[in-house]
């Protein structure tokens, strides 16, 4: 009976030696100390790097057709304008000879 009590009596002492040690372990190393856990963080870093490319060639590409739309926009414009200049000038032609019909 006398060595139970002996092992019983180390329970006290291993309760709060484990704890203090694994605090102690997990405070002072990292992730990238050990093999198996710095492989998790790496896989995690991979997903994150390829969402980002993904995610970015989408970006690039969506850039381009805006792009592309604000050329095609420009150019719609610029034809707009000249057809209008065209117009105003054509006008200021009728005016100038309603103007030479009317006061003659």
């Given at each position: ?52 490319k993904k ?23 610029r ?26």
């Amino acid at each position: 009976m006398i060595p139970w009590l002996n092992f019983l009596s180390l329970i006290p002492a291993t309760t709060v030696t484990l704890p203090l040690i694994s605090i102690a372990f997990l405070r002072f190393y990292n992730e990238q100390d050990f093999t198996l856990s710095a492989l998790s963080g790496t896989v995690e870093i991979e997903k994150q790097t390829a969402w980002l490319k993904k995610h970015n060639a989408d970006l690039k590409k969506i850039n381009e057709e805006l792009k592309k739309h604000n050329e095609e926009q420009s150019q719609s414009e610029r034809r707009e304008i000249e057809e209008l200049r065209h117009k105003n000038r054509r006008l200021a032609e009728l005016q100038s000879k309603l103007n030479e019909i009317l006061h003659s």
